[in-house]
């Protein structure tokens, strides 16, 4: 009989494109990931996996187990899922993944208190880009996602996958309390038109938004500084070395050097959850998304402090 768990583990390398990438999703180690495959050859007499450059590509066997896998392991999906509704509270492993500062902003708090009420549930989160987390979802390699899209690039939810949204999160300019334009209290895109700026890299859609909004009065950006981490950006910010646009959710208290000043048309990111349709009626589901609700302080919800 195939093993269930080696099934997984080739199942997971076709979905994510590498051993390392699926050893990430699963939180295995690669050399882990690696011996289930290859114990899974011994198995079925079959090799599975071929070398091509420095990676590897599955074979036509391969593609044929992959299939069964997929099947099984929504079989057992649908039973673990009736087997916890029987039990009428969470339990077994939840697996919930959220961008970065979703994960800082809005996940502790929610996700403490899932599990301090419920100790049978087995809680891991995993940090992920958005544009990577709804196919993890439909995969099956996590359970729940937080996610965020913006007008400017709406996110396009696969089939068989739930989507619900938590709010909106808006986004300030930060800038230095001495900056010439700190004693404006709303600021216009042109009035940060010729600003020197600090922006996550280009192909992310906070840079592509910047662009495309400076561009709409006829602006080039002067983007100085390409930095991921928001925190990171605060920073270089705190010391002069140009603006940046951050949003409210995962931000905190800044310290009296900065301001936030709020830009209008406000740049704004939808945040919502997603899941599997197939685990709507699982207690974690339902119990960890009404939490999100309920813990999400959002910029609509409170006053946006901070500003100068």
Known sequence: MLDLARLRALHAVHVH???????????????????????????????????RGRGVVLTEAAGMLVGTAARMLS????????????????????????????????????LAELAGKYPDLDLRIVEEDPHATPHMVAQGTVDLAVVHD??????????????????????????PRDHPLA???????????????????????????LMRTLHSVRAEPDVAHFVAEYQTQLALVEVGLGIALVPCLGR?????????????????????????????????????????????????????????
């Not at 180690?29 to 090799?47: C, I």
């Not at 087997?83 to 800082?104: H, N």
């Not at 940060?192 to 922006?199: D, H, K, L, Q, S």
């Open 252 to 308: 905190g208290a800044l310290p009296d050097t900065l301001v936030v000043k709020p830009l209008e048309p406000v740049p704004v990111r939808g945040v919502s959850a997603l899941w599997r349709a197939g685990t709507s009626r699982r207690p974690a589901i339902t119990e960890a998304v009404r939490l999100l609700h309920e813990h999400a302080v959002l910029p609509s919800r409170v006053d946006r402090r901070g500003h100068g």
């Open 183 to 209: 004693a404006l209290p709303v600021l216009s895109r042109e009035d940060v038109a010729g600003a020197r700026w600090i922006c996550q890299p280009p192909g992310t859609v906070c840079h592509d938004w």
């Open 150 to 175: 913006w007008d400017i690039a709406p996110m396009t939810v696969p089939d068989g996958v739930v989507r619900d949204v938590i709010g909106e999160d808006r986004c300030d300019v930060v800038l």
């Open 17 to 51: 494109g590498s051993v390392s990438a699926a050893a990430k999703a699963l939180g295995y180690t690669p050399s882990a990931v690696s011996q289930q495959v290859t114990k899974l050859e011994r198995e079925t007499g079959t090799v599975l996996l071929e070398r």
């Open 75 to 110: 079989i057992m999906e649908t039973a673990e899922v009736a087997l916890e509704e029987q039990r009428g509270r969470p339990s077994g492993r939840l697996t919930v993944a959220a961008f970065s500062t979703a994960a800082r902003g809005l996940l502790p708090r929610a």
